[in-house]
C-alpha cells in the first residue's frame, strides 16, 4: 500500500527529480508531486511524496525530517487527508436564481 508524505519548508529551486533522488535513498518512491503556484509556475515550497510501504514511509521520515536541502531544513510528516473547502467563497449560482434583495425604499 502506497503512503502520502508532506515534505515542506522546501527551497524554492528544489526540483521534483531533486526529491525523487533523496526519498529514493529511504526505498522506492512510486510519485512525487512538487506544488506550484497556477498563475507563475512557481513552486509553493513544499511537494507531496508517495513511498511504497509504510515502512520506507516511516524510514523517509526518520531520515529527512530536519534533513538540509538547499540550505533549508525539511519538515517530512504523513501527509493529513484533503479537508473540503466549505463557505465564504465564489458560490455558483442556478442560471434563473436571482440575486435578491428586492425593492429599495427612500
Known amino acids: ?3 502520502k508524505l508532506y515534505v515542506g519548508n522546501m527551497s524554492y529551486n528544489t526540483t521534483e527529480d531533486d526529491i525523487r533522488a533523496l526519498f529514493a535513498q529511504a526505498g522506492d518512491v512510486s510519485s512525487v508531486a512538487l506544488i506550484k503556484d497556477r498563475t507563475t509556475g512557481m513552486s509553493k515550497g513544499f511537494a507531496f511524496v508517495e513511498m511504497s510501504s509504510q515502512a520506507n514511509a516511516q524510514k523517509a521520515i526518520t531520515m529527512f525530517n530536519d534533513y538540509s ?3 533549508r531544513q525539511l519538515a517530512v510528516s504523513f501527509a493529513r ?4 473547502r466549505g463557505g465564504g467563497g465564489y458560490q455558483k449560482r442556478n442560471r434563473d436564481q436571482k440575486r435578491g434583495g428586492g425593492q429599495r425604499r427612500y
Open 1 to 3: 500500500m502506497e503512503v
Open 69 to 71: 536541502l538547499n540550505e
Open 81 to 84: 487527508p484533503r479537508e473540503e
